[in-house]
């Protein structure tokens, strides 16, 4: 078996609103294997972007372990977590979440502002990130001037600039067309395959699931179907 990017092992997540408890997650174990490529699926209130904040270290599970190169990340303190976040994960957003009046350089060398790396070193490594999504003209470009796609691919090379295990992409093709969405997806794949950096695509859009090499359905807070799993006996 190879290493993981990252495993939640049986967990729950339980949200209180008023005297209400909601079960977003209900037993969930998942491990994701360094270099994967996969998707979660599932229709509205599944669990899924819950699942993919655990993963992300965004958010704590009410009970169960996320493990992160063999550490249990729910013991880490908060300051811990963020900066394991930063080193381990890269997001995609279907918002794309760039700051609007920041030139593409500079919200994607934001990442590495956190890690206290040096500006020229910061700019250097994001001219290299954007290049290699396409947009090395577009350096000083900021948001408003770019299409919903270039916005898109910046954020993708917001993602990588940190070089982390696992890219998380949140319905990133969302806010997009059809054929630009397609190219942002096509993008996804050649990090896989060039970068061996582990891709999780949470998406309603089962055609853009289909394209991966592993699909998780949820349902009701928990995993309905894993391709990677072994068959069932009748």
């Known amino acids: 078996m190879t290493e ?7 967990v729950t997540r339980v949200y209180q609103l008023g005297e209400s408890s909601v079960e977003a997650l209900r037993g969930v174990s998942l491990r994701i294997e ?18 993919m904040h655990l993963l992300g270290l965004l958010d704590r599970p009410s009970s169960g372990l ?19 976040r ?28 956190y890690r206290g790396i040096r500006k020229s070193e910061r700019r250097e ?11 090395g003209s577009r ?10 796609g270039e916005q898109q691919r910046v954020a993708i090379a917001r993602a990588l600039v940190g070089r982390p295990s696992l890219l998380l992409a949140d319905e990133p093709t969302g806010n997009l067309d059809t054929a630009t969405g397609r190219d942002v997806i096509e993008i ?30 949820m349902r009701d807070g928990l995993v309905e179907s894993d391709s990677a799993a072994p068959a069932r006996a009748p």
């Open 4 to 10: 993981a990017a990252i495993e939640a092992i049986d």
């Open 34 to 51: 360094r270099g994967e490529y996969a998707s979660i699926s599932g229709p509205s209130g599944s669990g899924k972007s819950t699942l």
């Open 66 to 84: 996320i493990e992160v190169d063999g550490r249990d990340a729910t013991r880490l303190s908060d300051s811990e977590l963020s900066e394991r």
């Open 86 to 113: 930063n080193e381990t994960v890269g997001f995609v957003f279907q918002s794309f979440q760039l700051l609007p009046r920041t030139t593409a350089l500079d919200n994607v060398g934001l990442p590495l502002a």
């Open 125 to 135: 490594r994001a001219g290299e990130a954007l290049a290699t999504v396409g947009l």
């Open 139 to 148: 350096l000083g470009h900021r948001p408003s001037q770019l299409s919903g």
């Open 188 to 217: 996804l794949e050649s990090l896989n395959i060039e970068r061996k950096v582990a891709v999780v695509i949470v998406t309603h859009d089962l055609e853009i699931a289909s394209r991966t090499e592993r699909q998780v359905q």
